[in-house]
């Protein structure tokens, strides 16, 4: 009986540590789902600055934890993509170069704005923290608006461009058939003249003959 007991408890706890398995992958599945996702540190769940063997390990963790092949979680395959993307993103020096800067200059605007200095107190408090990633996303977003408008405009200038190509290879086309067509038919051209020239030749011979044929008196 006692064995019987032993054996309902083991499974008992087995389904309660299955149960909580699953609460941390649904948690952290809606977790990466709301973070900022222009933000791969807010994604990853980490603090900017940290190493490379930090952003390693914590993306191995996490992948095993939410991969779908391990959860019934219908978002954890776009959770898994956004997780994967933030660690690309991270291990990419230029980008991860270009977001350690936009953080910087949230932090120093932020600095501005309210008339503090790098050693106020007021940066070591929970508020400034908070301050500081809301002014992040604001720099985040203003630079993806500034990165499309350009993107958008160098497409328009390679359109343009590309415009500019097509007219000319079909210039170059057009006078290059023009040429074709001039030169095929040299040969009419130059038999057509030779017949114009015999016949003009003629006409004047025949004008001779009937000038000395014409009686005098």
Known sequence: ?????????????????????????????????????????????????????????????KSMLIHPDKTKNPQAPDAFDRLKKAQTELMDEKHRERLDEAIADARMLLIRENKWTVDSPELKTDDFAKKWREKSKEVLIDNEHRRRRQMRAQMQEEGREQRKQDAELEERKRKRQHEQDWESTRDERISSWRTFQKGKTGGDGEKKKKKKLKPIG
Do not use: H
């Open 1 to 61: 009986m006692a064995a019987d007991d032993s054996k309902d408890d083991a499974a008992a706890l087995s389904a309660l540590e299955l149960e909580a398995k699953e609460f941390d992958k649904d948690a952290e599945i809606d977790r990466i789902l709301r973070a900022f996702r222009l933000d791969a540190y807010a994604v990853l769940d980490l603090q900017p600055g940290v190493a490379e063997s930090d952003i390693k390990s914590t993306y191995r963790k």
